[in-house]
Structure formats: C-alpha cells, structure tokens
C-alpha cells in the first residue's frame, strides 16, 4: 500500500515539476526577447547616430540638431528602461529555476526512496521463497530418511 502511495506521490510531483519547468521556459523565453529588443534599440542607436553624423557633414540647423539630441536621449532613457526589464526578467527567471530545480530534487528523492522500497519488497520476497524452498528441501529429507 505504501509504494502505491509514493508512487501517486512522485506522479503528482512529476507534474509540478513539469508545470515549473514550462513556467522556467517562458521566463527564459522572455529574457531572450528582451535582450533581443535591447540589442535592437542599441544597434538602431548606433545606426542613427552613424547617419546623423554623414548628414551632419554637410551642415546641421540649430532646429535638426536639437532634434537629433533630443532623439538620441529618447533612445538612451528606452535603453535604460529596456536594461531594468532585462534585469527583472533574469531576477525571475532565476528564481523559477530554483523552483524547478528544487521540485526535481524532492522527485528524485521520492523515486529513490520508492526505489529502496521496492528493492526491500523484492529482498523480503527472496528471503520467503528461500525458506520455502529450504523447508521443502527439509520435508523431502525427511521423508527419504523415514523410508529408509
């Protein structure tokens, strides 16, 4: 009755541990995406100021510089924002494997713990049968020797 139990248990344990890593694959999922839009917003900052510069050679007014500036510092304050995204996703996302890693833990340790029982069941089982078989061989004994 005892394995039956356990095993319900590692099973139920098995689907939260299922439940959490699906949980620590979306959080990673959304790190990835977030430093993909970092880096896009980086790379785009770059871009920028590479062709406002060759624009710039020609001659700027006072009005499309103050643009330009006040552009770039868009950019940079969606970099800063973007960066704290990137560090909560990375915050929730190690927190999740932690979870996960500890669910895994306590299901192996279950499993192992049903393994030991089944390997005492099965030791128990060899002990009966042995002493069947040795009290067999006893009876048999007997009954030769009484024939005698």
């Known amino acids: 009755m005892a ?10 344990q098995l689907e939260r541990e299922e439940k959490l890593q699906a949980n620590f694959m979306q959080a990673l999922q959304y790190t990835r995406q977030a430093e993909q839009k970092y880096q896009g917003l980086a790379d785009y900052r770059t871009d920028y100021i ?11 007014q006072s009005r499309q510089y103050n643009q330009f500036v006040s552009f770039i510092a868009k950019l940079d304050l969606a970099l800063e924002q973007q960066a704290k995204q990137i560090q909560q996703a990375q915050t929730v ?3 999740r494997r932690q979870q996960w890693l500890s669910m895994q833990k306590k299901r ?7 393994e030991q029982q089944r390997q005492q069941a099965l030791q128990k089982a060899a002990k009966t049968e042995q002493l069947l078989q040795d009290e067999l ?7 030769r020797y009484s024939q005698r």
Not at 50 to 60: D, H, R, V
Not at 137 to 143: C, I, N, T
């Open 93 to 95: 996302l190690e927190q």
């Open 137 to 143: 061989a006893m009876q048999q004994f007997v009954r």
């Open 50 to 60: 590479l062709q406002s510069q060759q624009q710039g050679s020609a001659g700027l």
């Open 3 to 12: 394995n039956k139990q356990l095993e319900l248990l590692v099973k139920v």
């Open 108 to 114: 192996k340790a279950l499993e192992y713990l049903l």
